[in-house]
């Protein structure tokens, strides 16, 4: 079966009859490098807010590359960049535990939104673990957080700049980067942007300003790695094929190959103790979540890797397939539902019909 653009039309139709969004872009990279795209009931260049796409673009892979370039090291302390942690286990953990969201906080970050930005950095940087780093999955965006932070300590520059520098300038990602609507560069106009949900917590309909809420509220100190890029279909897509076509050099290994064990996390944790949880196992790598078939659907191989934004984005890519699939659409619009049940299903529903022709 090769691949068909109008199967995946009827899919985006179907999902906008049920509801599940308005307003959609698919993208894919097929087995022979080359893309298409499906744009529904909006341009093929809109602009989305990509919300949690933002740890893997620009924050892991930033690491990543840094990692692959000796300027960091997985066992590095995190308090030797940010001193001010004074959290219990503070001197045990690492950046492993930061890229692998093996970090044990149970604080969701939406209940902080209501105080300054240096109230929630202090919530963070004094919270009291009930296990030791490496012991369990815990996925969220403290530990994204914290690796912005030290990503611009390390280097001087915040996100944006680093993203621009390293990504979006070299591969032409020209609609990419933190506040589309003000930046100097590349500015992006309203009319352009999908405007992402009729928010109650700031009264208004959000468009081109950050909808995660603590990160709204901590970009008035400095662009955070956990949520807040904007970006479009054809620039994530020239994103997912550097890391595809293995650049720079050892990437592709680190993100598709590198699924943890709990004997691999041992290492990482203090004497005594013993790691558990699904982060340790196959369904977590550095940054980027492993065959999960949640989102992944089921015709992808054990080495695909992907991640979810709470916004109705994702990006499934599979190396053994040398193909890929992004998704951004408008499924918080315009109120957000209680659950991601109904845009998993989609994204599985994509990745199958994708996948399953090439």
Not at 13 to 18: F, P, R, V
């Amino acid at each position: 079966m090769a691949f068909s653009e109008s199967n995946i039309e009827r899919l985006l139709e179907q999902a906008e009859s049920a509801g599940v969004f308005h307003k959609a872009v698919a993208g894919f990279i097929l087995p022979d490098g080359s893309t298409r795209l499906v744009a529904f009931n909006t341009p093929e260049n809109t602009v989305f807010d990509i919300a949690s796409l933002t740890k893997v673009c620009p924050t892991s892979t930033l690491a990543l590359c840094y990692i692959l370039e000796g300027k960091l090291h997985l066992d590095d302390r995190v308090i030797d960049y940010i001193p001010e942690l004074q959290t219990n286990y503070r001197e045990d953990i690492r950046i492993f535990h930061l890229l692998t969201h093996s970090l044990d906080y149970r604080v969701p970050m939406k209940t902080l939104r209501t105080l300054p930005p240096e109230g929630i950095l202090n919530a963070l940087f004094t919270y009291q673990f009930a296990k030791a780093p490496g012991a369990d999955f815990n996925y969220g965006n403290p530990a994204s957080v914290l690796l912005g932070i030290i990503l611009q300590r390390l280097t001087g520059k915040d996100l944006q700049q680093q993203g621009r520098e390293r990504f979006f300038e070299p591969l032409g990602m020209t609609r990419s980067g933190w506040d589309p609507l003000t930046r100097d560069w590349n500015a992006i106009p309203r009319e352009e942007i999908a405007p992402t949900e009729i928010c109650e917590f700031r009264g208004r309909e959000i468009c081109g300003e950050i909808h995660d809420e603590s990160a709204w509220v901590l970009r008035k100190l400095f662009p955070v790695g956990s949520a807040g890029m904007f970006s479009c279909v054809p620039d994530l897509l020239k994103f997912v094929k550097m890391v595809l076509e293995d650049r720079p050099a050892g990437i592709l290994k680190m993100v598709s190959e590198n699924a943890f064990t709990r004997e691999d996390a041992a290492q990482f944790l203090p004497a005594g103790d013993s790691p558990a949880g699904a982060a340790n196992g196959a369904c977590t790598a550095l940054g980027w979540e492993l065959a999960q078939s949640k989102f992944m659907g089921s015709r992808v191989s054990p080495h695909a890797f992907g991640k979810t934004g709470f916004t109705g984005a994702s990006i499934v890519a599979d190396p053994v397939a040398g193909a890929a699939v992004v998704l951004l659409s408008d499924f918080t619009y315009p109120h957000r539902e209680a659950s991601a049940d109904r845009i998993h299903a989609f994204r599985a529903s994509l990745a199958d019909a994708f996948f399953g022709a090439v």
